[in-house]
């Protein structure tokens, strides 16, 4: 459990890291990290005005990047997906806690939040490259992790594996525009495997002490 811990603590810190990148290029592009001056439809166009040279993003498109990537090391999306499973070595009832509630949804949620970033410039058809990135992770973690889950033995390995998978769904969605399903399924989420780890806890309980 202590080594489980310190896994997800610095696989967390490198995506912390470019977040911190991320807010400090917001600041110094707006003045200002207040949602207001951020998103309204001048501050908006001018940064995604601003071309970085980098596969073809724009100064809006890098800072959604760079703080998506803060979310794929939170919300635990390949490749610093790597902590997630390991942490299943708590406690089920903190197991649901993490994968449900707070912890791993806090990624989605921020990114959703953060959408007219990464979209600036969208004319509603072809996406921007950052939107393409962040489907492109969102569907390869979904598909990898709910492959990697069938090869499992432990119960709480196969959820932690699913959570993977759910939030990478949401990603996928979020990249192609659709962030009102992500929103959806990220509420869903929340009571289905709250649910299934209360389950598991309880059969888990029952294997141990025979009553099954």
Do not use: C
Not at 48 to 53: I, K, L, Q
Not at 131 to 140: C, E, R, T, W
Not at 178 to 204: E, M, N, Q, R
Request: net charge negative.
């Amino acid at each position: 459990a202590r080594d489980a811990g310190i896994k997800a603590f610095m696989t967390t810190r490198i995506g912390d890291v470019f977040m911190l990148l991320g807010i400090a290029f917001l600041y110094t592009a707006t003045g200002s990290l207040s949602y207001d001056v951020i998103f309204s439809e001048e501050t908006l166009h001018a940064l995604a005005s601003v071309d970085m040279g980098f596969l073809g993003l724009s100064a809006a498109g890098a800072i959604g990047l760079l703080l998506f990537i803060g979310a794929v090391g939170k919300s635990a999306q390949w490749p610093l997906h790597v902590w997630l499973p390991d942490a299943m070595e708590g406690p089920t009832p903190v197991s649901a806690m993490i994968h449900a509630a707070t912890m791993v949804s806090a990624g989605v949620y921020m990114t959703i939040r953060i959408f007219p970033l990464f979209s600036a410039g969208w004319n509603g058809h072809e996406l921007t490259p950052a939107m393409g990135i962040i489907a492109f992770i969102g569907a390869f973690t979904a598909l990898f992790a709910a492959t990697i889950a069938v090869a499992q033995n432990d119960v709480k390995g196969v959820l932690a594996y699913s959570t993977i998978s759910q939030l990478g769904f949401m990603m996928a969605a979020i990249g192609i525009g659709a962030y009102v399903a992500a929103a959806f399924h990220l509420i869903t989420h929340a009571f289905f495997k709250a649910l299934l780890f209360l389950g598991s806890g309880s059969v888990i309980h029952g294997m141990e002490h025979g009553l099954l």
